[in-house]
């Protein structure tokens, strides 16, 4: 029987932190299209009022910006998966199975 390639494989890390900067650089962009989604307005008004502050929402960029940090943080998951598959992995030889609670009882032998 022929085993497949080993999970843990030291360049693994590499991938794990360019997936880091590719994170990075995701959210970046995030917090530039928030930035432009969110216009203030104020228009002067006379000495008797105060001036008229008004903000205005771009729905096209806060929706990117919000698909930009999902992408983000999927990012980032996949760069702990594969930084941990670059230190260690579970070693399918290991002992027998650990039990944490009591096997069922055998039923008794029916007499003949």
Do not use: C
């Not at 502050?53 to 992408?71: D, E, K, Q």
């Not at 760069?79 to 230190?87: E, M, T």
């Amino acid at each position: 029987m022929s085993r497949g390639p080993r999970l843990n494989q030291p360049w693994r890390a590499g991938v794990a932190a360019g997936l880091l900067v590719l994170a990075a650089l995701l959210v970046r962009l995030a917090v530039l299209a928030w930035s432009h989604g969110v216009i203030t307005m104020v228009l002067p008004k006379n000495d008797v009022h105060p001036d008229l502050v008004s903000t205005r929402y771009v729905g096209s960029f806060i929706a990117g910006a919000f698909g930009l940090a999902t992408i983000a943080a999927l990012l980032v998951l996949a760069a702990l998966r594969q930084l941990l598959l670059a230190v260690r992995t579970r070693s399918r030889r290991g002992g027998p199975p650990v039990h944490t609670v009591e096997p069922p009882p055998q039923p008794a032998p029916a007499a003949a």
